[in-house]
Antibody, heavy 119, light 107 residues
Framework: QAQLVQSGAEVKKPGASVKVSCKAS????????MSWVRQAPGQGLEWMGW????????NYAQKFQDRLSLTTDTSTQTAYMELRDLRSDDTAVYFC????????????WGTGTTVIVSS | DIQMTQSPSSLSASVGDRVTITCRAS??????LAWYQQKPGKVPKLLIY???TLQSGVPSRFSGSASGTDFTLTISSLQPEDVATYYC?????????FGPGTEVDIK
């Protein structure tokens, strides 16, 4: 069955960048879009953006427009999320999640990656 | 952007109770509404999509309905394993905003 395995926890200083990977298995990677969602400690889910794995088209939430880059590598079936100019309030668990085939609800979720931003 | 609200923000009910959570969109989103369950310390799980379609493998005590811009998640008979936070999400157009969540626990 479809699985998404994310890279390990990261600790970054303010102003740095982080790049989280999400390796897919069990399905045809290029046939589905991938969304990224984050969850700050004790808070709710926040949608960040999505990318078409086949075309590379992206759409970002307005608040991340200037700092977020989503990419995919179809040869390794891996999606990447890079967030730049990190601030303390970027401390969160970051999830990749596979969109449904024609719609954008999220049926398969990654394992989650904790990113801590601290000086 | 379309805003999503949920009510209540938390509730406590007894095992076997019928539980209802409401999600409201600030503008029309048709039926492009999903519900997720997130148990403490776990990854979110899709319960319902298209407002009322049960995801495969989800117990039939969960159901969803829609009336205009109001959406409802119902647990017909609350079980101990249903302790979780429940989120709605719109997916008709970007941004695919989540509601703030409803925490459900056992009285």
């Amino acid at each position: 069955q479809a699985q998404l395995v994310q890279s390990g926890a990261e600790v970054k200083k303010p102003g740095a960048s982080v790049k989280v990977s999400c390796k897919a298995s069990g399905y045809t990677f290029a046939n589905f879009a991938m969304s990224w969602v984050r969850q700050a400690p004790g808070q709710g889910l926040e949608w960040m953006g999505w990318i078409s794995a086949h075309h590379g088209n992206t759409n970002y939430a307005q608040k991340f427009q200037d700092r977020l880059s989503l990419t995919t590598d179809t040869s390794t079936q891996t999606a990447y999320m890079e967030l730049r100019d990190l601030r303390s309030d970027d401390t969160a668990v970051y999830f990749c999640a596979r969109d449904a085939e024609y719609y954008h609800y999220l049926g398969v979720w990654g394992t989650g990656t904790t990113v801590i931003v601290s000086s | 952007d379309i805003q999503m609200t949920q009510s209540p923000s938390s509730l406590s009910a007894s095992v076997g109770d019928r539980v209802t959570i409401t999600c409201r969109a600030s503008h029309d989103i048709s039926s492009y509404l999903a519900w997720y369950q997130q148990k403490p310390g776990k990854v979110p799980k899709l319960l319902i999509y298209a407002a009322s379609t049960l995801q495969s493998g989800v117990p039939s005590r969960f159901s969803g309905s829609a009336s205009g811009t109001d959406f409802t998640l119902t647990i017909s008979s609350l079980q101990p394993e249903d302790v979780a936070t429940y989120y709605c999400q719109k997916y008709n157009s970007v941004p695919f905003t989540f509601g703030p969540g409803t925490e459900v626990d056992i009285k």
